[in-house]
């Protein structure tokens, strides 16, 4: 058995990953899909061993079951559970979803807010970022508030490619993907799986913000500035423009409606 871990990134369309991989027949799909596993960070649970895990996680594997597969997307944060995954399945596949950070960040805050976690407005929110990171301690397994750091994707991808090599990673860019029977095929060839399945739920959406979206035009430009660097060195990992971002963040700049 084969083993793939979607890692993050979070409020990147993760669960629409997961369904997409979870509709081809091949893949076994841990349940639930909430709350998420997290298996690997949890150290009690990781001594349990393979067998526990996957007994545990997996429970409706099928004769033509290539793959398992787990989304955890607080696992791109820490560095420690790719060597974790590492020791458990050194040929794991690694996927990792990504949306346009200035978005991303923004979704992230409205979800907070909708979960009463968030009490300040959105560029407070990003203001007090530094200071609420530093040095905290949260209940959650990762901080509820890095709504800027959390963008710089780049740094969490350099993290997990100490552990595995890169042909083992794929990034997936959430606005390409969506609705993109193509992008979908070359997910799954690149798995090594049949490319003539079309999901059910490639025009679907999960887990939408409830929260009224609001006035953000200054905010949304610092965060444009912000990830430039960071945008810069992920193409180049890439070795691509991600052009749908760039114009994105064109309309930002102007004053357009996204």
Request: hydrophobic letters at 40%; a negative charge; glycine letters at 4%.
């Given at each position: 058995?084969?083993?793939?871990?979607?890692?993050?990134?979070?409020?990147?369309?993760?669960?629409?990953?997961?369904?997409?991989?979870?509709?081809?027949?091949?893949?076994?799909?841990?349940?639930?899909?909430?709350?998420?596993?997290?298996?690997?960070?949890?150290?009690?649970?990781?001594?349990?061993?393979?067998?526990?895990?996957?007994?545990?996680?997996?429970?409706?594997?099928?004769a033509r079951t290539v793959y398992f597969g787990e989304k955890s997307?607080?696992?791109?944060?820490?560095?420690?559970?790719?060597?974790?995954?590492?020791?458990?399945?050194?040929?794991?596949?690694?996927?990792?979803?990504?949306?346009?950070?200035?978005?991303?960040?923004?979704?992230?805050?409205?979800?907070?807010?909708?979960?009463?976690?968030?009490?300040?407005?959105?560029?407070?929110?990003?203001?007090?970022?530094?200071?609420?990171?530093?040095?905290?301690?949260?209940?959650?397994?990762?901080?509820?508030?890095?709504?800027?750091?959390?963008?710089?994707?780049?740094?969490?991808?350099?993290?997990?490619?100490?552990?595995?090599?890169?042909?083992?990673?794929?990034?997936?860019?959430?606005?390409?993907?969506?609705?993109?029977?193509?992008?979908?095929?070359?997910?799954?060839?690149?798995?090594?799986?049949?490319?003539?399945?079309?999901?059910?739920?490639?025009?679907?959406?999960?887990?939408?913000?409830?929260?009224?979206?609001?006035?953000?035009?200054?905010?949304?430009?610092?965060?444009?500035?912000?990830?430039?660097?960071?945008?810069?060195?992920?193409?180049?990992?890439?070795?691509?423009?991600?052009?749908?971002?760039?114009?994105?963040?064109?309309?930002?700049?102007?004053?357009?409606?996204?």
């Amino acid at each position: 058995m084969k083993n793939l871990f979607i890692v993050g990134a979070q409020r990147s369309g993760s669960t629409y990953l997961y369904q997409l991989l979870d509709e081809h027949p091949c893949v076994s799909m841990a349940r639930p899909v909430r709350p998420e596993p997290k298996f690997f960070l949890n150290d009690e649970l990781v001594l349990k061993g393979r067998e526990y895990y996957e007994r545990e996680y997996f429970t409706d594997c099928e004769a033509r079951t290539v793959y398992f597969g787990e989304k955890s997307t607080s696992y791109i944060e820490k560095p420690d559970v790719a060597k974790k995954i590492k020791q458990f399945y050194p040929d794991a596949r690694i996927l990792m979803i990504l949306r346009d950070p200035v978005l991303r960040a923004y979704s992230n805050y409205r979800f907070s807010v909708e979960h009463k976690i968030e009490d300040l407005s959105f560029a407070a929110a990003l203001a007090a970022e530094p200071e609420r990171l530093s040095g905290a301690k949260f209940s959650t397994s990762v901080s509820p508030f890095a709504y800027r750091r959390r963008g710089n994707y780049i740094d969490y991808i350099e993290s997990y490619l100490e552990v595995f090599d890169a042909k083992q990673i794929r990034v997936v860019i959430f606005e390409e993907i969506v609705g993109n029977l193509q992008e979908v095929q070359l997910l799954y060839r690149w798995l090594e799986l049949d490319d003539t399945v079309v999901p059910e739920a490639l025009h679907r959406v999960f887990n939408s913000a409830t929260v009224p979206k609001g006035n953000e035009g200054r905010a949304f430009r610092g965060l444009v500035a912000d990830y430039q660097d960071s945008i810069l060195r992920l193409e180049e990992f890439l070795q691509r423009d991600i052009n749908v971002w760039r114009e994105h963040h064109k309309k930002i700049q102007c004053n357009e409606e996204i």
